[in-house]
T-cell receptor, first 113, second 116 residues
Framework: KAGVTQTPRYLIKTRGQQVTLSCSPI?????VSWYQQTPGQGLQFLFE???????NKGNFPGRFSGRQFSNSRSEMNVSTLELGDSALYLC????????????FGNGTRLTVT | GENVEQHPSTLSVQEGDSAVIKCTYS??????FPWYKQELGKGPQLIID?????GEKKDQRIAVTLNKTAKHFSLHITETQPEDSAVYFC???????????????FGKGTKLSVIP
């Protein structure tokens, strides 16, 4: 079974631009979550999608948004990029049931200059 | 919200020795506690998890213990090997707004180095 696939692996953007990250979950998984990982703040929850609906959201500004398609693939968008948005963005998929394990992809490394 | 503290931040052990990483959580409603291993350039990989109705769980050289009263849980790795070297994260789950929804609150990680 293929794992969680995130594209692209690396991105370099300029402050003020916007960016879209893509995630393909494990086949059969209906829940996709996004996390931001930085050296200072560690792993922080952004949001979770299940059956194309956002079920849960972390404490990030509205510049961070996402969506999920009918095939469970998900995209995350960050608008008006700031230097502090430089991070590893991780996508995780699960069946969506309470306590079902999260399986992470290898992330997209975003650098904002 | 939930807060997870993890100690130590770095840990060096000799190959063959045991390693113990400890975490505490603040929200008594949390009931799912996974542990992840992250190697350089990769995403976190689930290595073991425990639910609040269980006090201990083992999987070969890895074990996790949970003390709900004290709100702490620990990861034990026995007979450590160089390939165990990585960053380990503990996490606790908090119920989200939607049915079945939950988010993980992670500790800050422990960098484990196993010296051959």
């Amino acid at each position: 079974k293929a794992g969680v696939t995130q594209t692209p692996r690396y991105l370099i953007k300029t402050r003020g631009q916007q960016v879209t990250l893509s995630c393909s979950p494990i086949s059969g998984h209906r829940s996709v979550s996004w996390y931001q990982q930085t050296p200072g703040q560690g792993l922080q929850f952004l949001f979770e999608y299940f059956s194309e609906t956002q079920r849960n959201k972390g404490n990030f500004p509205g510049r961070f948004s996402g969506r999920q398609f009918s095939n469970s693939r998900s995209e995350m968008n960050v608008s008006t990029l700031e230097l502090g948005d430089s991070a590893l963005y991780l996508c995780a998929s699960s069946s969506g049931l309470m306590g079902s394990p999260l399986h992470f992809g290898n992330g997209t490394r975003l650098t904002v200059t | 919200g939930e807060n997870v503290e993890q100690h130590p931040s770095t840990l060096s052990v000799q190959e063959g020795d045991s390693a113990v990483i400890k975490c505490t959580y603040s929200d008594s409603a949390s009931n799912y506690f996974p542990w992840y291993k992250q190697e350089l350039g990769k995403g976190p990989q689930l290595i073991i998890d425990i639910r609040s109705n269980v006090g201990e769980k083992k999987d070969q050289r890895i074990a996790v213990t949970l003390n709900k009263t004290a709100k702490h849980f620990s990861l034990h790795i026995t007979e450590t090997q160089p390939e165990d070297s990585a960053v380990y994260f503990c996490a606790a789950s908090t119920l989200g707004a939607g049915a079945g929804s939950y988010q993980l609150t992670f500790g800050k990680g422990t960098k484990l180095s196993v010296i051959p």
